[in-house]
């Protein structure tokens, strides 16, 4: 996806700035542009973005402020864009991006200076957001911190000055996205602050991928551009992973059963045979019942709905087998354990799930000397450059006795004690100990799989583990 970018720029009047503005634009890629504070009268807003902006269109809203405070301009052959709301401190969006046909919104904002002046801003994003189904993004200048951290210089940031913004990512479910490059986004030279931000609702997650925002260097403004990119995510090797939700499907016990005759060389061999002969099995259940979960409960719910009530009895146990196991699938993902049996599988709960993965890329990370190294490929060479370096590289040297003597040590019964072989019942209890929802080992099978089949398995795995 193309990048967008929202900018104060403080006066677009000027030729100097509004070349900057042209060569920045055309540095980056971008497509979908909100620039703020332009301070251009409503009858020459037509001829400075079209200097600036040729062959593209553009909307503002001059019609709700004198001297124009936002024009948000875009490529009409990358993104198709529709006005839904526009007031004096923000414009509202419809945005398809149409190489992809993603649908999402878009709200360009720029707060006022006074607090009691951006009453109605906060009124209007409540409005939006309360009422919003979809992905959605807020960007812009909100001139208010988030966090007392957020200004250095001038007034120390009270608690009052944040709860504008806390109260509304709070009540609107909205999350600040995770930024580089420089923190402070406005200064005077004196004071220096974040007022520029960008958030996120978490359905955004249903339709992209990993987002990233970074906070550019300033140009012939006080602010900082803040540009969203959309680099593609790493997709590694599909590995196995068990899925709590098979152990439900009549077939499979039969799979586990088809595989108990296996004998390897020793009972550590036979448990590692046993669980590599069934995954192909596990791999067909899943492809030919699972694969479509959410359009089988869309299936099965409008079966419900429709329906006459000598088959709603049928047509319900249908409905909540697959809403369990759509459930079953959201908590092992997500790992969730307050997901309940009647909480809905909605694209929320996809999306929570898909972005707890996302928020653990690493896009952007500093080598040891301070050099910012950006992508997840150029992240992978330096981790693994960094581990290279720092392990196996040197002998261990053998703990010193006199250093030993001198803590506390363990008695010989005490030692003698933890070389007892495990029994069955330990090894059982330590592997039930484990939430079902907790990630699985190498090998792709989690403690669900163990406990659902222990009957079976069990005496397999404490062989080995007694090996």
């Given amino acids: 996806m193309d990048n967008i970018v929202s900018c104060n720029i403080r006066g677009l009047n000027g030729p100097d700035k509004q070349d900057d503005v042209k060569i920045f634009l055309h540095t980056n890629k971008i497509r979908l542009a909100g620039l703020l504070e332009m301070k251009v009268k409503l009858e020459n807003m037509d001829a400075v973005a079209s200097r600036i902006f040729p062959g593209w269109t553009w909307i503002h809203n001059s019609n709700a402020h004198t001297r124009g405070r936002i024009l948000l301009a875009w490529k009409p052959n990358i993104y198709q864009i529709t006005p839904v709301y526009t007031s004096e401190q923000l414009i509202h969006c419809s945005a398809v991006q149409l190489t992809t046909n993603e649908h999402f919104y878009i709200t360009y904002v720029y707060g006022k200076n006074q607090e ?134 009549p077939d499979f016990q039969h799979i586990i059963a088809s595989k108990l005759h296996i004998k390897g060389k020793s009972p550590l061999h036979t448990l590692y045979y046993f669980l590599d002969q069934i995954k192909p099995q596990l791999g067909k259940l899943n492809r030919t019942h699972f694969y479509d979960l959410k359009e089988q409960q869309i299936r099965a719910r409008h079966d419900l709905e429709e329906n006459a009530a000598s088959q709603e009895k049928e047509a319900r146990a249908n409905y909540l087998s697959i809403l369990n196991s759509s459930l079953a699938l959201i908590r092992q993902q997500s790992k969730c354990e307050w997901l309940k049996y009647g909480d809905e599988c909605s694209r929320l709960f996809f999306a929570q799930a898909k972005k707890r993965k996302i928020v653990s890329y690493i896009y952007s990370l500093k080598d040891a000397i301070g050099v910012q190294a950006e992508g997840f490929k150029e992240v992978g060479h330096l981790l693994f450059k960094f581990y290279e370096e720092n392990l196996g590289q040197q002998e261990r040297k053998p703990l010193s006795e006199v250093i030993i003597s001198q803590g506390l040590v363990l008695t010989c019964e005490q030692q003698l004690s933890l070389c007892v072989p495990f029994t069955d019942k330990d090894i059982k209890e330590a592997i039930f100990s484990i939430p079902n929802h907790k990630s699985p080992g190498p090998d792709g099978y989690s403690s669900g799989f163990f406990k659902t089949t222990w009957a079976q398995t069990g005496p397999m795995v404490c062989s080995a583990a007694c090996a």
């Fill in 116 to 249: 009691l002046q951006r009453q109605q801003l906060w009124s209007d994003l409540h409005d939006i957001a309360q009422n919003m189904s979809s992905a959605c993004c807020l960007i812009g200048d909100f001139n208010t911190n988030l966090s007392k951290e957020g200004r250095i210089g001038g007034l120390e940031v009270q608690d009052q000055d944040v709860r504008e913004l806390t109260s509304l990512l709070e009540d609107c479910e909205l999350h600040e996205l995770r930024s580089t490059g420089v923190y402070f986004s406005w200064t005077n030279k004196t004071i220096y602050s974040r007022i520029d931000h960008v958030f996120l609702n978490d359905l955004w997650y249903d339709i992209f991928d990993y987002t990233h925002s970074h906070y550019m260097a300033m140009g012939l403004s006080d602010h900082t551009p803040i540009m969203l990119q959309f680099p593609t995510s790493p997709k590694p090797a599909t590995m196995f992973q068990f899925c709590n939700m098979w152990s439900q499907h």
